[in-house]
């Protein structure tokens, strides 16, 4: 396998398979508890989204361009909530109006946050059920409509075979901050290949109460098992089910675009994704952004309109953002362009999306997507401006950054992997 890459003044290790060679079988995955802020020869964060050494090579330390605008970028600031979390790689609310943030642990954990303290008891432990290193782990979770009255969430993890499924729990009788491990329900299982990585991770329910269910290719350099492109199989995808209508496990939404189609998986909402490790819904458009982590030498943000019936293909393995992935087989018809990519120039590897600013705290911050690089560690922001989407560096920050997510006021935060602290942006 490949060496470190030099990211900037940092020399990170990264070592799960997905940017580098695929030729060793046998490679041992790290625990993913990594060395915070690595001076220059020592090993820095493992990437939960995207580790090792894929293709060999290094890129030039020379920082992406910014797009002219007539707009006027925010200085934003991070300003520090809390701190004593392990690993954060999901931040999520409830909707029910209660303050709560959710900040799910990558050992097996939801943590709550409430008034900015950290309360002790977590939502849910199951960490005896979780494969918790490199890119696996307990990945993300989603709340239903009408919780916590309904009783029960999702979550996305990989289990002890080094599988992926979604399974719900069932809070414990008559509280609504502790849930019961033993009331685990299996609704969708990945069975995964032994690469490990490209994992995907992220649940939501969108603006038509659907869950929706970003998965990643499969993993190893390439996408080996052409499952991006591959309609037959749930890898590479966003999906889009129905768990709340009582139907067990799931119901297919009629409207799904490939329903009835031959050699077409019914619950696919969109494809041709390498490893979409974290996807958004504007609460205010309904748009949903997809930030899918790149192999050489790009990452990208996919931006499908609200009004949009499902069936995009944005391109992986044809294409690596805007650019021909394959050279002779570049068929680009019927494949939908990102709204933005940037490339591994300045010491980038691996995007982290983030989330729309619809708060009202700091209205210069409104309309923006907010997205970082876990290696430079660069905060950007995304925005259409006069037809067009722009996107502008705001921070270079010191935060391993591997999630962003919002409060049920729309607020925005973002959680350091490595020191476990949650920070709220502000202008």
């Known amino acids: 396998m490949n060496t470190n890459r030099k990211i900037g003044i940092y020399a990170l290790l990264i070592i799960t398979l997905v940017l580098g060679s695929c030729s060793d079988p046998a490679v041992e995955f790290p625990e993913s508890t990594p060395i915070s802020d690595a001076a220059p020869g020592e090993t820095a964060a493992a990437d939960p989204k995207e580790t090792a050494d894929d293709v060999p090579g290094e890129t030039e330390d020379i920082i992406p361009e910014e797009t002219e605008a007539p707009f006027s970028w925010p200085g934003i600031k991070l300003h520090p909530i809390t701190e004593g979390l392990e690993n954060p790689v999901h931040i999520t609310h409830a909707g029910d109006g209660n303050g709560r943030i959710y900040v799910v642990e990558q050992a097996g954990r939801i943590r709550i946050i409430q008034g900015g303290a950290l309360l002790g008891t977590p939502l849910l432990d199951i960490s005896d059920r979780v494969w918790h290193k490199g890119e696996q782990g307990l990945l993300s979770a989603a709340f239903p409509p009408g919780?916590?009255?309904?009783?029960?969430?999702?979550?996305?993890?990989?289990?002890?075979?080094?599988?992926?499924?979604?399974?719900?729990?069932?809070?414990?009788?008559?509280?609504?901050?502790?849930?019961?491990?033993?009331s685990e329900l299996l609704t969708i299982y990945f069975e995964h290949p032994e690469k490990r990585n490209h994992n995907g991770g992220q649940i939501a329910f969108g603006p038509d109460n659907y869950l929706y269910i970003g998965t990643g290719d499969g993993g190893g350099a390439n996408d080996p098992y052409e499952n991006g492109q591959n309609p037959g199989t749930l890898l590479g995808k966003i999906l889009r089910i129905d768990v709340e209508s009582g139907v067990t496990p799931y119901a297919i939404p009629g409207d799904n675009p490939f329903v009835g189609k031959e050699g077409y998986r019914d619950e696919i909402w969109a494809l041709g994704l390498r490893n979409p490790w974290r996807f958004s819904f504007d609460r205010e458009s309904g748009d949903l952004y997809i930030a899918d982590v790149g192999q050489k030498d790009y990452e990208e943000v996919n931006v499908q309109p609200a009004g949009s019936p499902g069936g995009e293909n944005y391109g992986w393995n044809i294409m690596e953002g805007n650019h021909c992935f394959k050279a002779l087989l570049c068929d680009q018809n019927g494949l939908t362009a990102p709204a933005a990519e940037y490339s591994h120039k300045g010491g980038n590897c691996s995007i982290t999306g983030g989330v729309v600013y619809r708060g009202s705290a700091y209205p210069a911050l409104e309309g923006i997507y907010f997205l970082s690089d876990f290696c430079s560690r660069q905060?950007?922001?995304?925005?259409?401006?006069?037809?067009?989407?722009?996107?502008?560096?705001?921070?270079?920050?010191?935060?391993?950054?591997?999630?962003?997510?919002?409060?049920?006021?729309?607020?925005?935060?973002?959680?350091?992997?490595?020191?476990?602290?949650?920070?709220?942006?502000?202008?």
Do not use: M
Not at 148 to 177: I, K, W
């Open 147 to 182: 919780y916590p009255e309904v009783g029960h969430f999702y979550v996305y993890y990989t289990n002890l075979a080094g599988d992926n499924l979604v399974a719900r729990f069932s809070l414990l009788p008559g509280v609504d901050d502790q849930a019961d491990p033993a």
């Open 379 to 427: 905060i950007w922001g995304l925005k259409a401006l006069e037809g067009n989407w722009v996107l502008a560096p705001l921070l270079g920050s010191d935060q391993v950054i591997a999630t962003f997510g919002e409060d049920g006021a729309g607020e925005v935060y973002l959680a350091d992997y490595i020191t476990g602290v949650l920070y709220q942006i502000i202008y």
